[in-house]
């Protein structure tokens, strides 16, 4: 069974940085691509950043490029997400996942449990 748990969330103020983790294990994990999603309140989940196996191909959405860098660790079987310069509209729930290319959200096979990203002004 392939198993996801993530860390790294709090409550920051704006600008500042916060970067998020996510253990994997299970078989073949390093077949699949990994990403991270997030929900705000009375919001569809979105994606955020996602990253094939071989980190050959990666998306990022408009919303944080420049800002949000996705990472994987191999040798760790961790996925971070690097978030800096962080704005209100950041504050969401937030997922990390794991299935094939491309990954959008029909794709997922396993999700994490998520962790709480709260930006204040």
């Known amino acids: 069974q392939l198993q996801l748990v993530e860390s790294g969330g709090g409550l920051v103020q704006v600008g500042e940085s916060l970067r998020l983790s996510c253990a994997a294990s299970g078989r073949y994990v390093n077949s699949y691509a990994m990403g991270w999603f997030r929900q705000a309140p009375g919001k569809e989940r979105e994606s955020v950043a996602v990253v094939n196996w071989r980190m050959s191909q990666q998306y990022v959405s408009d919303s944080v490029k420049g800002r949000f860098t996705v990472a994987r660790d191999i040798a760790k079987n961790t996925l971070y997400l690097q978030m800096d310069s962080l704005k209100p509209e950041d504050t969401a729930e937030y997922y990390c996942?794991?299935?094939?290319?491309?990954?959008?959200?029909?794709?997922?096979?396993?999700w994490g449990q998520g962790t709480t990203v709260t930006v204040s002004t």
């Open positions: 996942a794991i299935g094939p290319w491309p990954l959008r959200i029909i794709h997922v096979k396993t």
